[in-house]
């Protein structure tokens, strides 16, 4: 008898602790996938545009764009769209110093910002 | 004849006393200096000259014990249509027996995207290990969460991320015994891992690494 207590004893500390950790774990989750950044491709892509920018015009510094997505709806856009990024990626360094992208003066103003003044500039890309 | 019964760390050695120059018929109980407990049961029969005879007998399989293992090496994953490339760090602590052993494992992985971004992964989850084949092969499998970060050029310091899911199957080698259960193995693997929110939704990752079990 002692021994049949002892076991459901175990076992229902056993079931205790099995409840126990599943709530911590799926708060956890759902904090984590409530949470989630996410990587959108037009920010991978701006982001790969900005490695080709600095490798093959090492004199830039920070650049003046911002890659980023956010906000409800992605209010917030990457300002060097997928078009733009996409055409960077695909040039050689010397193709795209022959087009004046190491030059910042030679710059432009994102398409995002036609709807409201910004301060940034982007490489043009043909 | 004398039957002594003594208990090192995994095994239960009967020696039976051919030669006993005073019979011993008291139970004593005494501790080994690497702090395990000897326990000597004795059974006085009475002198003789028969040979000493040792029967070692295997502890009970059920028996659980702490189960570890670090590995690092080198890690090729395909993730946002592309080859990334880096080293990974994993640590596994659990729990063994005789033929399973299973536990939780971290895995740490940093590298370079093909595009040159710079990326990492944290993973954390529980894994499985199968019985040994030929004493030296191991099969294993495991669930890992966690999440992948990539590193802004744009804005440098600053991260792109999102949670991975998956599962992985893994096959390990013992290359050095060392001990009765530790070693150096080999091991690679192969895991694929679901994105919640990325240009692709799944990644795939496999690798090779070098690791020790004690």
């Known amino acids: 008898m002692l021994l049949a207590m002892k076991v459901q004893s175990t076992g229902s500390r056993l079931h205790s602790l099995r409840r126990l950790w599943r709530f911590p774990v799926a708060v956890l989750s759902l904090l984590g996938l409530l949470a989630d950044g996410g990587i959108s491709g037009d920010e991978l892509l701006c982001e790969q545009a900005t490695v080709s920018l600095k490798s093959c015009c090492p004199e830039l510094g920070d650049v003046s764009y911002s890659c980023v997505r956010s906000g409800c709806g992605g209010q917030l856009v990457p300002e060097l769209d997928v078009d733009r990024s996409t055409c960077l990626r695909s040039k050689s360094c010397e193709e795209l110093q022959a087009l004046g992208v190491c030059n910042p003066a030679t710059w432009e103003v994102p398409a995002s910002c036609a709807s409201s003044p910004c301060t940034s500039k982007v490489p043009k890309c043909q | ?214």
């Open chain 2, 1 to 214: 004849m004398s039957v002594v019964k003594f208990v090192s760390k995994n095994t239960i050695h009967w020696l039976l006393l051919g030669i006993v120059q005073s019979p011993i018929s008291a139970y004593a109980l005494s501790a080994n200096p690497d702090g395990t407990t000897v326990a000597t049961d004795s059974i006085s029969v009475g002198s003789s000259a028969e040979p000493l005879t040792v029967v070692e007998v295997e502890p009970s399989p059920s028996r659980a014990r702490w189960f570890g293992r670090v590995s690092a090496g080198f890690a090729y994953r395909w993730a946002f249509r592309e080859s990334l490339l880096g080293g990974a760090l994993e640590a596994e602590l659990g729990a063994q027996n005789n033929r399973f052993a299973g536990g939780g494992r971290l895995r740490v992985e940093a590298g370079q995207m093909q595009s040159g971004l710079l990326y990492q992964v944290l993973t954390l989850g529980p894994s499985f290990w199968l019985p040994a084949i030929a004493d030296r092969l191991r099969f294993g499998m495991g669930l890992e969460t966690g999440a992948i970060l990539v590193d802004r050029r744009s804005v440098p310091g600053s991260v792109m991320w999102t949670v991975l899911v998956g599962g992985r199957v893994d096959v390990a080698v013992d290359l050095v015994r060392i001990g009765p259960r530790g070693g150096l193995f080999f091991a690679t693997g192969v895991s694929a891992q679901a994105l919640t929110e990325a240009p692709f939704p799944v990644t795939i990752v496999t690798g090779a690494m070098l690791g020790y079990r004690p």
